[in-house]
């Protein structure tokens, strides 16, 4: 396995990839001046992201969408607790943490609780009027 860093900012982002003989598995870093930053595989960040209607690789999360970025996530959150097939979804994605030993790789982990970590940094961000970034 190859790993290649790319830090663009300095205080901003670091998008880290991890290069297996199958794929590349990119780790994005959410960072809030109101919050610790956030680390989440491509593949998990990827559905929360599409929630809002940001591009994967790069965006911003402003003080005024905000409040409507939260209100959508934790409608998901509502809904895939409703919808078994969504947390099909959630164990097919933590396959991929099995190539790099994770001891409970294949264990189901919910939308809400993947969802968590990047919720918790939208609500101290609006709490201090401050923005959600990745890869700029």
């Known amino acids: 396995m190859a790993c290649h860093e790319t830090q663009i900012f300095s205080v901003a982002?670091?998008?880290?990839?991890?290069t297996t003989k199958d794929a590349t598995i990119m780790l994005i870093t959410f960072t809030s001046k109101?919050?610790?930053?956030?680390?989440?595989?491509?593949?998990?960040?990827?559905?929360?992201?599409?929630?809002?209607?940001?591009?994967?690789h790069r965006g911003v999360i402003t003080a005024e969408e905000i409040t409507e970025a939260i209100a959508r996530i934790e409608a998901?959150?509502?809904e895939s607790k409703r919808s078994p097939d969504t947390n099909k979804q959630s164990v097919a994605s933590?396959?991929?943490?099995?190539?790099?030993?994770?001891?409970?790789a294949g264990s189901a982990v919910s939308f809400g609780a993947r969802a968590f970590p990047l919720l918790e940094m939208l609500r101290a961000a609006q709490r201090d009027k401050q923005f959600v970034m990745w890869g700029i």
């Open 94 to 104: 933590d396959n991929a943490d099995e190539e790099f030993g994770d001891p409970v």
């Open 13 to 18: 982002i670091r998008l880290t990839h991890y």
């Open 76 to 78: 998901a959150i509502t």
């Open 34 to 56: 109101s919050a610790a930053d956030v680390l989440m595989y491509e593949i998990h960040a990827k559905p929360l992201l599409d929630l809002l209607g940001k591009d994967v």
